[in-house]
């Protein structure tokens, strides 16, 4: 039998969960796994739901479910199981290489269609996977030109999302309005702690004890965004600067990995400037 994967997001209301069931179960679908929550600030039910079973037209079962479900509802059946990614970069290569290497050995549940960097540093790397490689120069430019070539590649391939690989330059409103919710972003501390730039300097001046990643959705707000993963690592007195910046690109490649194995499996929902994530 074939797998059927079904997302729902809706304004809540009493017997959502029997009634989806039933139109499910209507349309011969077994359900296999069924994870569902209701977000009470928003009132907002939000569903994710494994079934085994033929399901020749799946327009009339997401039909029959927006005709039944409330106002507002979202409903994808069997999304894409493999998401296109365009990966942005600076100078660092911890957080693209890991990306690289499971999109080679076809782990990542993703494919890197094209890498893009402000500087050219990382385009032999990336090339010698066979992936394109843009170089586009902030530097001999307004912003709005600049990332209006960034768009213009991004645009050429379409991809489901967007990764900031240690991209180390803040993106204009406009930017993150034209793709919204496909811009992915991994910063270099345990979220609110640290924003912006240098974060392990200024761990390091603060004398914390843990250091961290933060996998989130990018927004207007610098390092504000929708948090889908967190980590953090104990660090103590001995570390410096350069100690913790060395323990955290391990945690930083880590926690990106899991956010993009969230993403691509389509567990992760966003609500207002929280996530829903189904593990």
Known sequence: MK????????????GLVALIAKI?????????????????????????????GDLPHPDMLKEELYDLLPSASRVLINPSTLKRIVVMVTKEHHCLADILVRDFFNTLGAKVDAVIGNYDDLRI?????????????HYNQS????????????????????????????????????????????????????????PYRQAFERGVKLIGA????????????????????????????????????????????KALQLLVEDRVFVSGN?????E
């Open 125 to 137: 790397f990336t090339e010698k996977f066979n992936v394109p490689y843009y170089f586009i120069d």
């Open 24 to 52: 499910v179960a209507k349309h011969q679908l077994n359900i296999t796994a069924m994870r569902e929550f209701v977000d009470q600030t928003a009132a907002r039910f939000f569903a994710r739901i494994e079934c085994k």
């Open 214 to 257: 933060t996998a989130h959705f990018v927004t207007d707000d610098l390092d504000e965004g929708p948090i889908i993963v967190q980590q953090t690592i104990p660090v103590n007195h001995t570390f410096n600067v350069i100690d913790k910046v060395k323990s955290g690109k391990e945690i930083e490649k880590a926690v990106l990995s």
């Open 274 to 278: 929280k996530t829903i994530v189904f």
């Open 143 to 198: 912003k709005e030109d600049y990332e209006e070539e960034i768009a213009k590649v991004i645009d050429l391939y379409q991809p489901d999302y967007i990764i900031l690989a240690k991209y180390m330059r803040i993106l204009s409103p406009e930017m993150v309005e034209r793709f919204q919710g496909k811009l992915i972003n991994i910063h270099h501390s345990f979220l609110p702690a640290f924003v912006g730039a240098n």
């Open 3 to 14: 797998d059927t994967l079904i997302l729902i997001e809706c304004d809540d209301q009493v």
